[in-house]
């Protein structure tokens, strides 16, 4: 199993995949993307194998909630967890009411993190 981390900040993308990796997992079973665009071509390629994904909200090309849409046309069941400085009410329940399976607000704890991924998988299954 895979798990596909949609960021443009190459900041955040280490601070995830670091949390991920201290926690158990092998980097060889984390995909980064940089944007949304890139983001999708990584779900195609890979979807058979994707048990999680994080997107930021804000990202260029295509933002997450646009890539969110996408991937729920074809698969509504995958775990998706929005990242996203919007902490404002709305915007979060608009984002689960369109599809995220859970979300995190920036700036973030990494043991926030581990929690609402631990909720969907076992980090230990990505080594």
Known sequence: MKILIADDSMTMRRIIVNALINYGASHDNILEAEDGERALELWQAESDKIGLALFDWNMPKMNGLNVLHV??????????????????????????????????????EVDTLVSKVSQFIDIKELA
């Open 71 to 108: 991937i729920r046309d074809v698969d509504k069941t995958v775990p998706i967890i929005m990242v996203t400085t919007h902490s404002d009410k709305t915007d979060v329940v608009a984002a689960v009411s369109e599809g995220a399976t859970n979300y995190i607000i920036k700036p973030f």
